[in-house]
């Protein structure tokens, strides 16, 4: 299974809402719901942010939500703020029993 | 609290051995899949591998099939990785997490550092 495609970079200004898509195939995001993100700052341990995509784990912000369409799943995070730097990264379950992870998106607060 | 932490990492010449080890703490171990993940320098993230609760289950990546082995200890609360035939593109921080809910990946570990030089 190849990465699933996300776009390499996306920014917006504080308090905008941005939307992060995860492009992948039949293979995994178009046949499960088993699709999370996570949350990167460089230098520290990634985040659980989505899981079974759109469900948000105790703690994280209803700023991030999640959504899924065919074979893309998409992040959308509202009410942009400067901790919101980061990269982020999806990930699906495979038809093959494997998991896969996005290319990653680094997210800009301009 | 859930805790995992790795270690094991280090410097190995191409085509030697390592291998890595995560304990587990703060939640009943045999009762989840842990994953290995990798981040090599400047890319991003690369599952690995995982193995089911019991350690029946395991799969792997293509980039690491027939060279890496993922193994617990469920006595001990502790995951390993065996890895082998190391080449530069092995050349990452490895993460260790815990599986939960819909394949996500909610506890990981602050990453061993693996360098496959000569």
């Known amino acids: 299974h190849s990465a699933l495609t996300q776009p390499a970079s996306v920014s917006g200004s504080p308090g905008q809402s941005i939307t992060i898509s995860c492009t992948g195939a039949s293979s995994d995001v178009g046949t499960y719901n088993f699709v999370s993100w996570y949350q990167h700052h460089p230098g520290k341990v990634p985040k659980l942010i989505i899981y079974e995509v759109s469900d948000r784990p105790s703690g994280i912000s209803n700023r991030f939500s999640g959504s899924k369409s065919g074979n893309t799943a998409s992040l959308t995070i509202s009410g942009l703020q400067a901790e919101d730097e980061a990269d982020y990264y999806c990930s699906s379950y495979t038809t093959s029993g494997t998991y896969v992870f996005g290319t990653g998106t680094r997210v800009t607060v301009l | 609290q859930v805790k995992v932490v790795e270690s094991g990492g280090g410097l190995v010449k191409p085509r030697g051995s390592l291998r890595l080890s995560c304990a587990a703490s703060?939640?009943?171990?045999?009762?989840?899949?842990m994953i290995w993940i990798r981040q090599a320098p400047g890319k991003g993230l690369e599952w690995v591998s995982h193995i089911g609760g019991s350690g029946g289950a395991t799969n792997y990546a293509d980039s690491v099939k027939g060279r890496f082995s993922i193994s617990r200890d469920n006595a001990k609360n502790s995951l390993y990785l065996q890895m082998n035939s190391l080449t530069d593109e092995d050349t990452a921080v490895y993460y260790c997490?815990?599986?939960?809910?819909?394949?996500?990946?909610?506890?990981w570990g602050q990453g061993t550092p693996v360098t496959v030089s000569s």
């Open positions: 703060g939640f009943t171990f045999s009762d989840y899949s």
């Open positions: 997490a815990r599986g939960w809910r819909g394949g996500a990946f909610d506890y």
